[in-house]
């Protein structure tokens, strides 16, 4: 079969869905959500009982409204039906012969659960992964290295996306740097997808390997997700310089989809899949919805997911979203990229601060390398605040006034007092997956 080249100057993967009014996307999600509420309950025990439980039914579903009436999920019911009702738990909705793939997640906080599909889910997310391939640009003369973790891990299968849109596409997985430039450089691949700490960390180690990364890579499109930095506009316009590419953020979830929303080429925020996924963003005290553009907890329920629907699925990300039109023409729903988790929030002096809030200051100053971490320790019944900086090579002034600058800027934006300690160049850590930005040595204290 030939590549369909003829096609790469088409705007959209599937036009009608995806420029169609908003009252025609509410209206498709309604009549999506009415017949998986009712395939979970019909077909899950664990549905069922949590419906019956909340005195709710899917036959009492009219509007989109109405589902504030059902109960939320989260990762502990998942966990825990799953240790119930192993392997797979009573979430699930089809007999096991009827699935053919599962992704598990990370498991760094406790047993793994597991991400199952069926044929059919498995076909509509790579469909749904080339359409939002395409809006990022991607087109079928790209090639495509897919750097993403390739076992076990949900944005793995993204890859057969990009090759369903007919790009060539190089399954590198989590190579070792030097040979994964290798390969950029023998491929000349013009389009990448990392974490954003890898993308800074790849295009550092490029220029320490004597990379010229214009002249001897061709890569012109970055895509990161699985940590806020690509919606943040220092740490991307970094990368984006460092590598002379553009920089796409997405968010996936390993317990629907490997990226449920990204950014189109007007970069304004993620567009949601809305043909999968209804979005919610809640107030995360009282469960009630925020309104528009606030940020809130957000909250997804799956439309389609056959093998395991998932309803109001409280996902600890804290993110605001529009339906404001946006310049590319797409009308699904944006978010302004995640803000931060609700597990990493550090409230400090009573002053909500987030990792990302830090991230923008570090990487807006040109002394610093951009990397950064958070020390937490509470010493006197008090918590205690240090960030960690680096200056960068070849600066001329002193540590102390570097320090002082940033702690000032830190206070005048996020309103928050922390002591800065500049370290020397290449101190810290370098992440290769997914960056640890928080030593919280609170923990295990008795208090
Ligand atoms: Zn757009």
Redesign the pocket.
């Known amino acids: 079969m030939t590549k369909p080249e003829a096609l790469d100057h088409r705007l959209y993967w599937d036009a009608r869905l995806e420029t169609q009014s908003r009252a025609e996307w509410e209206a498709l999600k309604l009549s999506l959500l009415q017949s998986h509420l009712t395939h979970a309950y019909g077909r899950s025990p664990y549905w069922r009982a949590a419906f019956d439980a909340a005195g709710v039914h899917p036959d009492r579903l009219n509007t989109l409204d109405d589902l504030r009436r059902f109960p939320f999920a989260d990762k502990h019911v998942l966990r825990d039906r799953q240790v119930a009702v192993p392997p797979l738990g009573d979430l699930v909705a089809v007999p096991e012969r009827d699935i053919v793939y599962i992704s598990t997640s990370s498991g760094s906080t406790g047993v793994p659960t597991a991400s199952p599909f069926t044929a059919r889910d498995f076909d509509e997310w790579i469909d749904y992964e080339a359409r939002q391939f395409w809006?990022s640009g991607m087109r079928p003369s790209d090639r495509y290295a897919h750097s993403l973790n390739l076992s076990l891990f949900i944005g793995g299968p993204c890859v057969l996306g990009a090759q369903k849109l007919g790009a060539l596409t190089i399954h590198a997985g989590t190579l070792p740097s030097e040979r994964l430039l290798q390969i950029l450089r023998q491929f000349q691949a013009s389009i990448i997808w990392t974490t954003p700490s890898y993308a800074w960390y790849l295009g550092e180690t490029a220029l320490q390997e004597g990379y010229d990364l214009q002249k001897d890579l061709a890569v012109r499109r970055i895509f990161v997700a699985g940590e806020p930095g690509g919606s943040i506009p220092q740490t991307r316009s970094r990368i984006e310089e460092l590598w002379g590419a553009s920089v796409y953020d997405y968010y996936g979830l390993s317990d629907i989809f490997g990226s449920c929303a990204g950014?189109?080429?007007?970069k304004?925020?993620l567009?949601w899949a809305e043909d999968h996924i209804h979005v919610e963003v809640i107030d995360p005290d009282t469960g009630e919805p925020v309104r528009e553009g606030e940020r809130g907890e957000l909250v997804l329920t799956t439309l389609r997911k056959a093998a395991r629907p998932l309803i109001r699925f409280r996902t600890g990300d804290i993110v605001s979203v529009t339906t404001e039109p946006?310049?590319?023409?797409?009308t699904a729903l944006?978010m302004h990229g995640v803000h931060g988790r609700l597990d990493d929030m550090l409230i400090i002096k009573g002053v909500n601060l987030f990792p990302s809030d830090v991230e923008a200051v570090a990487r807006q100053d040109r002394d610093l390398t951009g990397e950064y971490r958070l020390v937490v320790e509470r010493i006197d019944h008090l918590d205690r605040i240090t960030v960690e900086v680096e200056r960068v090579r070849g600066f001329n002034g002193t540590d102390e006034d570097l320090g002082h600058r940033v702690s000032r800027r830190l206070k005048s934006v996020n309103g928050v007092s922390a002591e800065v300690r500049v370290l020397a160049p290449d101190t810290l850590p370098r992440a290769t997956h997914k960056a640890k930005r928080v030593d919280d040595r609170r923990t295990g204290v008795w208090s």
């Open positions: 809006s950014e189109c080429e007007a304004d925020g567009h946006c310049a590319c023409g797409r944006r």
